[in-house]
Each structure stands twice: as structure tokens, then as C-alpha cells.
């Protein structure tokens, strides 16, 4: 059998380079992304896990050569103080308006202009719609907005069928 000399150098090197490498996986793995976390699924999907959360969905109408959709994407999404206000509180749903189902849900909503950006409610009824881009505190300003509207609307709902039974008796 032919004898090897290894050097004790050579496999503390290969050693330490084999940690470093699983340390990034590791890491990479496990890093939890800051900012407004979006649906993966169809639009009939989001409505139905809104349902199930009593959320609201957001929808962000976008094509992709829109500029003030890229710093929407870029700046205001990825922000972490939005991100876990709308993430708790909020389904947050991405349409292309240019893009297989995205032209008929763009298209439902009468959406003309980039960034369009929908509130509604897991019927898909609109709660706002915004047009253009938003900082990060200009998205949450309309979020609360909408939070505020949807709030509204679920305590007259509330009135209106207490009213209705009320009067029957």
C-alpha cells in the first residue's frame, strides 16, 4: 500500500473550511426575513386564509417595468417595523397585472395605474385603494386606515343584525 503524508496543516485547513461552509447554511437557513411576508397561492387561497385568520388581504397590483413598484418592492416592503404590523395583522398578496390570473384580478379591480394597492376583505370587497408609491409610513398609515375601515364596517354589521333581530320580537 502506497503511504500518504498528510500534513496536520493541510487538515486543519480542510477542517476549518468544511465549518465555515455548514456556519453559512446554518445561518442562512434560519435567518427569519424582516419586512411584509407574502402569500404564496392563488387569490381564492388568500381569501380563504383570511377567512380562517379574520385578516384582511393587501394587494400589491404591480407590472414589472413599473419603477415605483420596484421601490415599493425594494424600500418599503422590505421594512421591519411594516413588516410585523402588517405581518400579524394582515394577508399581503402580489399580483403581476400583466401575468396569467393577474390580468382578470387586475381587471375585476379596475386597476389602470402602478402600484394600485388594495385593502379588502376576505369576500374580496374593497376596504381602500391607493394609488402610487408609499414609504414605509405612508403603508402603514393606509393599513391602519383600512384596519379602521374594515373595523367600522364589522361593528355596523354587528348593530344592524342586533337591530334586525330586536325588531322581530
Known amino acids: 500500500f502506497p503511504s500518504h503524508d498528510i500534513d496536520a496543516g493541510c487538515i486543519f485547513t480542510i477542517m476549518k473550511n468544511w465549518i465555515i461552509v455548514l456556519l453559512s447554511i446554518i445561518s442562512f437557513s434560519t435567518v427569519k426575513a424582516d419586512g411584509i411576508e407574502f402569500f404564496h397561492g392563488t387569490f381564492e387561497e388568500a381569501k380563504a386564509a383570511a377567512r380562517n385568520s379574520g385578516k384582511i388581504i ?3 397590483c404591480y407590472t414589472t417595468w413599473c419603477g415605483p413598484c420596484k421601490m415599493l418592492q425594494n424600500s418599503t416592503f422590505p421594512d421591519a417595523k411594516l413588516g410585523e404590523f402588517f405581518n400579524s395583522r394582515i394577508i399581503s ?3 403581476d397585472c400583466e401575468k396569467d390570473a393577474g390580468i382578470d384580478l387586475c381587471r375585476s ?6 402600484p394600485t394597492l388594495l385593502f379588502v376583505d ?9 394609488l402610487g408609491y408609499r414609504t414605509p409610513d405612508g403603508l402603514m398609515e393606509e393599513a391602519k386606515q383600512a384596519l379602521g375601515n374594515m373595523t367600522a364596517y ?13 325588531s322581530s320580537h
Open 154 to 166: 364589522r361593528d355596523w354589521e354587528t348593530d344592524r343584525k342586533s337591530t334586525r333581530l330586536n
Open 122 to 130: 376576505s369576500e374580496g370587497r374593497i376596504i381602500r385603494k391607493a
Open 93 to 95: 398578496f402580489k399580483v
Open 109 to 114: 379591480y379596475s386597476v389602470t395605474a402602478y
Open 58 to 60: 393587501f394587494i400589491d
